[in-house]
């Protein structure tokens, strides 16, 4: 069983960077793709970026955000730069059990989520 813990999210104002971490636990998830999803207040789950063979990433953030992975591949980055008030939301880490190319954007396509962690970005 995989379990991914976040952290890193907290209360920024615009213009301000987070990064978020994702540690999965329980197997090695260097065959896995990851990614990150966000769920703003009465709106639906949503993708922000994946790495796999490739990283994609969602139009509404790139050039802003950047998933990294470490080299021991253990844990998982979003670097969160020039933040909006839209950025906020609860961002989810997730895994994907497959290398598909390119990584999914579809929730249902992921099979390990985190608990996920606050971020909140204040004009």
């Known amino acids: 069983q995989v379990q991914l813990v976040e952290s890193g999210g907290g209360l920024v104002q615009a213009g301000d960077s987070l990064r978020l971490s994702c540690a999965p636990s329980?197997?090695?998830?260097?065959?896995?793709?990851m990614g990150w999803f966000r769920q703003a207040p009465g709106k639906e789950r949503e993708f922000v970026a994946a790495s796999g063979r490739v990283t994609v990433y969602a139009d509404s953030v790139k050039g802003r955000f950047t998933i990294s992975r470490d080299n021991a591949k253990t844990t998982v980055y979003l670097q969160m730069n020039s933040l909006k008030p839209e950025d906020t939301a609860v961002y989810y880490c997730a895994a994907d059990r497959s290398l598909g190319w390119p990584p999914s954007k579809r929730t249902d396509d992921y099979d390990y989520w985190g608990q996920g962690t606050q971020v909140t970005v204040s004009s």
């Open positions: 329980g197997r090695t998830f260097s065959s896995y793709t």
